[in-house]
């Protein structure tokens, strides 16, 4: 069996966390930390958070936000 094959393929936000890291030079922890520092307010406005505060493009500061209010319900 191929090493691909054994892995796990990451769906969902996170499948987008190597190309953030990789294009804006922090872990995605970092990122999370952020997020949580805006607890209350809504999806939408944690993200344009991130793009306006921190230059994210949609996507991704969209992906991070899902990931990180999705975690945080657990």
């Known amino acids: 069996m191929a090493e691909k ?3 796990a393929k990451v769906k969902g936000p996170a499948s987008y966390f190597p190309s ?3 294009k804006y030079g922090k872990p995605i922890g970092d990122w999370q930390a952020l ?3 805006q607890a ?3 999806h939408m406005e944690i993200v344009d958070f991130l793009k306006t505060e921190h230059g994210l493009g949609h996507g991704h500061a969209n992906a991070i936000v899902a990931a ?3 975690e945080d319900k657990k």
């Open 40 to 42: 209350g307010k809504k």
């Open 68 to 70: 990180t209010l999705a």
């Open 5 to 7: 094959d054994q892995v």
């Open 20 to 22: 953030i890291e990789k």
């Open 35 to 37: 997020v949580r520092t």
